[in-house]
């Protein structure tokens, strides 16, 4: 237990945050970038205190595709940025899917291994940063992995109620052990954005959901400390260069977030530099590539 009064209260020197967009927006680029302190609006270093304390886990197809072109050539960052850290779970999420067994936990561990090879860099000491890139796949992974193979002869799917609840557990025991206090944790989710009308103008508009079954998905977001939205306005370069402006919007009027959780007074409305954003929160932040003014 720690003992603090409302003077003194911080729930955790490090960032567990939702971060969520529409499919191909760039997500692992900005926040790989930006924890690197290597964005062009970038003036005060990155959230990192060494590249190789950013730890990216990829599930997704190419995730970290153009990563090393969008730092080096867009971004302008130093070679040694490009030593951050990537676990590939790629192999174990196809795998996944063609195993022919139910309550499969081999993609469970897989992920469970990664975050404790994080956990074991975090012992030479700094400021470290986990991406999970991204919860959708992670998600989708373990709901194949404890439904099994798809039954043709059975309606509905291969779901049923205990198997959606040790979906929903595994999700439960993989978030808790990821979001330690001893690095930043940042979920990349991807959200549905649901398209046309239905025919009854009286129904309700269709909602955004994140892209997991059941309400795994809002419990996860009642669960991690802020959600932010990221932004990219598509053709809006900064200043000369290359890279089209992203931020984090940390007012996103989300429907399957509860009203007050995404919302704080410390940020602004729009936040591009994330090391910054953090900043002002009061969390830990390494500033990585910060080069301080030389004395006159």
């Not at 969520?20 to 680029?29: F, N």
């Not at 129904?203 to 977001?221: R, S």
């Not at 598509?234 to 940390?250: A, I, R, W």
Request: charged share 25%; net charge positive.
């Amino acid at each position: 237990m720690q003992r603090m009064t409302g003077e003194t209260y911080q729930s955790s020197d490090y960032e567990k945050a939702l971060c969520a967009a529409e499919a191909k927006v760039g997500k692992t680029c900005f926040l790989t970038a930006g924890l690197l302190g290597v964005l062009p609006w970038q003036k005060y270093g990155g959230v990192v205190d060494r590249p190789e304390h950013l730890h990216i886990i990829t599930m997704d197809a190419n995730a970290a595709g153009g990563i090393r072109r969008f730092l080096s050539e867009t971004c302008g960052a130093p070679a040694e940025a490009l030593k951050f850290d990537i676990l590939n779970l790629q192999d174990d999420f196809r795998a996944v899917h063609v195993s022919q067994t139910a309550y499969d936990y081999t993609f469970f561990t897989a992920f469970y291994d990664a975050i404790q090879a994080v956990k074991d860099a975090t012992a030479r000491g700094g400021v470290h940063a986990v991406v999970v890139s991204s919860l959708t796949s992670l998600a989708w992974g373990i709901q194949r992995a404890v439904g099994g193979p798809l039954d043709p002869s059975r309606k509905g799917g291969n779901m049923d109620m205990a198997k959606w609840d040790t979906f929903a557990q595994q999700i439960a025991e993989l978030r808790n052990f990821a979001q330690d206090d001893k690095w930043h944790t940042l979920w990349e989710a991807h959200i549905y954005k649901p398209e046309g009308q239905s025919q009854d103008k009286d129904a309700p508009a269709p909602k955004e959901t994140l892209q997991i079954a059941g309400k795994t998905g809002k419990n996860f977001a009642n669960n991690v400390e802020h959600v932010y939205r990221i932004r990219r306005l598509v053709g809006q370069k900064f200043l000369t260069t290359k890279c089209e402006k992203v931020y984090l919007d940390t007012q996103p009027a989300m429907d399957f977030i509860p009203g007050g959780r995404n919302v704080t007074e410390s940020l602004d409305a729009q936040e591009p530099d994330i090391a910054l954003a953090f900043h002002k929160l009061g969390l830990k932040i390494g500033r990585w590539g910060f080069k301080s003014k030389p004395k006159k």
